[in-house]
Antibody, heavy 121, light 108 residues
Framework: QVQLVESGGGVVQPGRSLRLSCAAS????????MHWVRQAPGKGLEWVAV????????FNADSVKGRFTISRDNSRNTLYLQMNSLRAEDTAVYHC??????????????WGQGTLVTVSS | EIVLTQSPATLSLSPGERATLSCGAS???????LAWYQQKPGLAPRLLIY???NRATGIPDRFSGSGSGTDFTLTISRLEPEDFAVYYC?????????FGPGTKVDIK
């Protein structure tokens, strides 16, 4: 059974940084692409970033380009999202999700419950 | 960036009725890489359909997807009580990937 557990969320001031982690179990982590998707309170889903199974390919949403970096450590079965220069509009629940296959052009099919990031002074 | 629009915003139906949800793309979705998700309050989204028409593992056959290019449809043949939720379409063929704004299916 796939389990994805996000951590690292919290309250942070605008302009500061935060790193989210996603611990994966119940799957061969190194075989799958991984995504970050966020959802602001009461709003819809917003795709944030994807990374291929081996970390070679990474893509970001325009809204986070140059500020957020997705990475992974296959030896630790862990996905990361480094978030810099945070803005109020980055406030959301951040979900990590497993891709349906190894490449980036696969949808997310298993999701974690998310970690809340609140950007506020 | 491919912008996805969904209609209607809200669909009010009774259990047993047929639901037809639409998703339109501002440009052609590469390889019809279009998915549909269901989300209930407080829960993570659930993948229903991928590649426009393939049901994900464990999804009942009352859910079906169709379409290509810029126009896609999710059909729920007969609504069950557990199907009342918000549904999102999502394109993953061209970066940046995008989601539609969602269609809420509520009980009439």
């Amino acid at each position: 059974q796939v389990q994805l557990v996000e951590s690292g969320g919290g309250v942070v001031q605008p302009g500061r940084s935060l790193r989210l982690s996603c611990a994966a179990s119940g799957l061969t982590f190194s075989s799958y692409a991984m995504h970050w998707v966020r959802q602001a309170p009461g709003k819809g889903l917003e795709w944030v970033a994807v990374i291929s199974y081996d970390g070679t390919y990474k893509f970001n949403a325009d809204s986070v380009k140059g500020r957020f970096t997705i990475s992974r450590d296959n030896s630790r079965n862990t996905l990361y999202l480094q978030m810099n220069s945070l803005r109020a509009e980055d406030t959301a629940v951040y979900h990590c999700a497993r891709g349906l296959c190894s490449s980036t052009t696969c949808p997310a099919d298993s999701w974690g419950q998310g970690t809340l990031v609140t950007v506020s002074s | 960036e491919i912008v996805l629009t969904q209609s209607p915003a809200t669909l009010s139906l009774s259990p047993g009725e047929r639901a037809t949800l639409s998703c339109g793309a501002s440009q052609s979705v590469s390889s019809n890489y279009l998915a549909w998700y269901q989300q209930k309050p407080g829960l993570a989204p659930r993948l229903l359909i991928y590649d426009a028409s393939n049901r994900a593992t464990g999804i009942p056959d009352r859910f079906s997807g169709s379409g290509s290019g810029t126009d896609f449809t999710l059909t729920i043949s007969r609504l069950e009580p557990e199907d009342f939720a918000v549904y999102y379409c999502h394109q993953y063929g061209s970066s940046p990937f995008t989601f539609g704004p969602g269609t809420k299916v509520d009980i009439k």
